[in-house]
Nanobody, 122 residues
Framework: QVQLVQSGGGSVQPGGSLRLTCEAS?????MAWFRQAPEKERDWVAT???????NYIDSVKGRFTISRDTAKNILYLQMNSLKPEDTAMYYC???????????????????WGQGTQVIVSS
């Protein structure tokens, strides 16, 4: 089992930026960020596959950037131009196989970070 330790997040005004970090105890082919807004189900935000392919949900395209330091097993999520609707608990997730990145289904991810709160409010 991979341990995922998250850091970053916090409270910011609309239009601001935050960066989330996820340190993994070992390598996994597919890494991703999910989020869960209040009273909503958890949903994927961005994925980073072993071949470097990335995907984003439409609502964050052009604003969020997922990146990865494979040598250090660290995953990042740079969030710019934040909106109130980005307010959520954000989770890092890891999947042993790239199927996770293709399916973006939570069931494909066996390891999860502890979550970090992002609040976007004026």
């Amino acid at each position: 089992q991979v341990q995922l330790v998250q850091s970053g997040g916090g409270s910011v005004q609309p239009g601001g930026s935050l960066r989330l970090t996820c340190e993994a105890s070992e390598y996994r082919r597919c890494m991703a960020w999910f989020r869960q807004a209040p009273e909503k189900e958890r949903d994927w935000v961005a994925t980073f596959a072993s071949d470097g392919n990335t995907n984003y949900i439409d609502s964050v395209k052009g604003r969020f950037t997922i990146s990865r330091d494979t040598a250090k097993n660290i995953l990042y999520l740079q969030m710019n131009s934040l909106k109130p609707e980005d307010t959520a608990m954000y989770y890092c997730a890891a999947a042993q196989w790239d199927y996770g990145c293709r399916s973006r289904a939570q069931i494909a991810f066996g390891d999860w970070g502890q979550g970090t709160q992002v609040i976007v409010s004026s």
